[in-house]
């Protein structure tokens, strides 16, 4: 097979390549792009450690080729702090609440986070639970992850739905 040309917008910087066609996003973010925050855990989307936006949609990057996301915008863990290097408010809560445990599972987790607080600022807690449900983590509970979600949340919704705040 001939490798395929295509053109991505990669945390807001436009990036033309050609690949191979069954090159997946997450090989190519990390070979290609030198993005190594996407993760590969499981590479059979079962883990989440992979997970980037893919036109805004949390998608797992060893489930997608590169050539399927010719014409897309891609935002990876480290496009989601702002241009000025301040944390996302999801990232500041995973620092401040004791989320990110060893590290590996963290950027799929906030992204998922991202997502899942843009699509609904203020979840219930089973809500968090079910936004979360399809990321892994290996090293401890999910206390931590859970609290700063539900920080990340309240920060910036009033009153919220279970009743903290």
Avoid: W
């Avoid at 030198?34 to 936006?53: I, K, M």
């Avoid at 990876?76 to 702002?82: D, F, K, L, M, V």
Wanted: glycine share 12%; net charge negative.
């Amino acid at each position: 097979m001939a490798d395929v040309d295509i053109e991505l917008t990669i945390n807001g910087a436009v990036r033309r390549d050609t690949v191979p066609p069954r090159l997946t996003l997450a090989d190519y973010l990390r070979v290609n792009c030198g993005l190594t925050g996407t993760h590969l855990g499981c590479e059979h989307g079962v883990c989440g450690a992979c997970t980037v936006l893919l036109d805004g949609e949390a998608v797992r990057a060893c489930l997608v080729f590169a050539v399927q996301a010719d014409g897309a915008a891609i935002t990876t863990i480290e496009g989601i702090a702002g241009a000025d290097g301040q944390l996302s408010p999801v990232q500041a809560a995973f620092r401040d609440h004791h989320g990110l445990q060893c590290g590996f599972c963290t950027p799929g987790f906030v992204l998922s986070a991202t997502t899942l607080l843009r699509d609904n600022p203020d979840p219930t807690d089973d809500e968090i639970r079910e936004g979360l449900s399809g990321n892994l983590c290996r090293c401890t509970g999910y206390q931590g992850i859970f609290a700063a979600v539900r920080a990340a949340a309240d920060s910036s919704a009033a009153p919220s739905k279970n009743g903290t705040s």
